[in-house]
């Protein structure tokens, strides 16, 4: 048997040319009824079932369209791969003889070339049935079904490449899925090839999948180091089916030289300097080295560095060394100073395609003193005890980010869980577990780049909390309206509701609403006790980065303003 495709362009040749040849020599004898209808061929579909598909009858006039028709007809079931028709003398008429040449039961079933799905899952797309009679419609719908089933999945290049039938039954589907040829980076000067091809999941040979490539694209974007990324498909081989992928990239800054004067309504809020320098591409290796430098109100020394990848592997690593002095306030027991040193170290790694984990090993100094030594809760008066800690403490976390901006999403959401366990065989002076989730969801607004952005955060804990490890609530990053530290507690929620409009390139209006508190104990937790706040502000990206300004209305409609730098979240 010839191939399917070319079989069926065969077939239609003889269809059309078998019975002209015929009606004329029986013309020449001028006979033009039609005595008797006869079929030859067939074995599987029966006379029957034939003689109600047809619509030429004995007794009439010899009609070719009609007979055309028929045999169109017969070959359009898909059960003949030939159909003709002969006449013979009959009864003083003409017996018409429909000669079908049937196709074969399908014996076996074969797919080739197929890497992205398995046989089970392609022989779900296939309409034949093993040990039933072949029909070549049931062919072109599987055709179909399964070029469908590749498009939708993102597999943008695969096709079906040749349909064969042999002789005793046996069906072959060869599927080409398309593969990548090259991946070409054009435009970065600075940042190393490999620091953008580790993003992308493809080698040369791999099946390409525009869904998965979006998604290394947009990893690319959340790196934060490009201006614009321009990617295209270019065909290299029709026959061999495959394509480049050429990356047109404009490189943005990276680097951080900021100094000044600041003032703010976070920690150790107030008026101060600051000096922070910051690569984030650090000679092109997409590693990220920063020292940041605070004084005044807040003094603050800290260096990091962070390494995405190590030794070639998608494990990060990080490690970091801080000491810190600022003041802050209790709504209940007052202002207090604190210092603070520490460091820690961090290795994280891909749990799933989504999911990242992260483990970091910490060592603190802490020390705080209370400025007043007692203070008044409930009518009671209680001391104000100092506190100097010497923390050790493991944090397990798992985080995940789908969103579709780095800075302003309209789409996707960020999770975050974690587990910190301090002290027990650690050492250190303080024992106790905290158990912390952030969800994070943000959505299209009414019209353009608008958009709602929802964050929850839960924090629960084990063990005495020293009083600088409690949850915090009040401020600028959390329930805005209140004192930083207005809320203190064991346990905490939070809630955060923000409508993002934006207002020209640079800047950004916020119409927000939060509410939150926090207990002694899980077990004291009640949502009527939650306390809100609304309020208004405003975005703008300047060199420094986004500077943000809100200002909150309280329950008791007491407003008040709040600076800061980036977004609540």
Not at 495 to 515: C, K, M, Q, S
Request: with cysteine; aromatic share 12%; glycine share 10%.
């Amino acid at each position: 048997m010839k191939h399917f495709l070319v079989l069926i362009i065969l077939c239609n040749l003889i269809l059309f040319s078998g019975v002209t040849m015929a009606e004329n020599e029986l013309l020449e004898q001028n006979l033009q009824f039609i005595t008797a209808i006869a079929f030859e061929g067939n074995e599987r579909v029966s006379d029957e079932e034939i003689r109600s598909l047809i619509s030429t009858e004995a007794g009439e006039l010899l009609d070719e369209e009609k007979i055309k028709n028929d045999m169109q007809k017969l070959y359009d079931t898909g059960y003949f791969q030939d159909v003709k028709v002969s006449f013979e003398v009959y009864n003083a008429g003409l017996k018409a003889i429909f000669e079908l040449s049937e196709y074969p039961l399908v014996e076996d079933i074969i797919i080739k070339g197929n890497e992205s799905y398995s046989d089970q899952e392609l022989m779900k797309e296939i309409k034949l049935v093993k040990g039933e009679i072949l029909n070549h419609n049931a062919i072109l719908e599987s055709r179909k079904a399964i070029e469908r089933l590749y498009q939708e999945a993102g597999y943008v290049l695969a096709v079906l490449k040749d349909i064969d039938i042999d002789d005793n039954g046996v069906v072959s589907f060869e599927i080409n899925e398309g593969y990548l040829n090259e991946l070409i980076i054009e435009g970065n000067e600075k940042t190393k090839d490999f620091v953008i091809r580790r993003e992308f999941d493809f080698k040369k040979g791999d099946v390409i999948n525009i869904k998965e490539l979006q998604e290394s694209f947009r990893q690319l974007v959340r790196l934060n180091y490009f201006e614009d990324i321009n990617p295209k498909l270019e065909r290299v081989d029709f026959e061999k089916n495959t394509a480049n992928v050429i990356l047109e990239v404009t490189e943005g800054r990276t680097g951080r030289f900021n100094f000044g004067v600041s003032y703010s309504t976070a920690e150790g809020k107030g008026w101060g300097g600051f000096i922070t320098v910051q690569e984030r591409n650090l000679f092109g290796n997409g590693q990220t080295l920063g020292f940041d430098w605070e004084f005044g109100s807040t003094t603050n020394y800290e260096i990091n560095f962070y390494e995405p990848w190590v030794l070639g592997t998608p494990t990060s690593f990080g490690i970091g060394v801080y000491d810190k002095s600022y003041s802050s306030e209790d709504s209940v027991k007052g202002d207090y100073d604190v210092d603070k040193s520490g460091g820690s170290i961090s290795l994280g790694h891909p749990l799933t395609e989504e999911w990242n984990g992260r483990i970091k090993f910490k060592v603190e100094k802490s020390k705080l003193d209370w400025e007043d030594k007692e203070y008044t809760k409930d009518g009671k008066t209680y001391e104000n005890d100092p506190e100097d800690i010497d923390l050790r403490s493991i944090t397990l976390q798992t985080s995940r980010d789908t969103t579709n901006h780095p800075f302003n999403p309209t789409g996707g959401g960020i999770d975050v869980l974690s587990l910190e366990y301090a002290g027990h065989f650690l050492g250190g002076d303080a024992d106790f577990v905290k158990y912390r989730t952030d969800f994070r969801r943000f959505y299209n607004g009414f019209k353009g780049n608008q958009a709602w952005a929802l964050r929850l955060q839960t924090g629960f804990s084990d063990g005495d909390l020293p009083e600088l490890e409690k949850y915090r609530l009040g401020g600028s990053e959390t329930i805005r309206g209140y004192d930083k530290g207005s809320f203190t507690g064991d346990d905490m929620l939070l809630v955060n509701l923000e409508y993002r409009i934006p207002i020209t390139e640079n800047f950004t209006g916020v119409l927000f609403a939060d509410g939150g508190n926090t207990w002694d104990s899980y077990r004291d937790i009640q949502l009527d006790d939650l306390h809100y706040s609304t309020g208004l502000g405003i975005r703008m990206d300047t060199f420094l980065g986004q500077i943000r300004l809100d200002y909150g209305f309280n329950e008791d409609g007491e407003g008040q303003p709040h600076f800061s730098i980036g977004n609540t979240f």
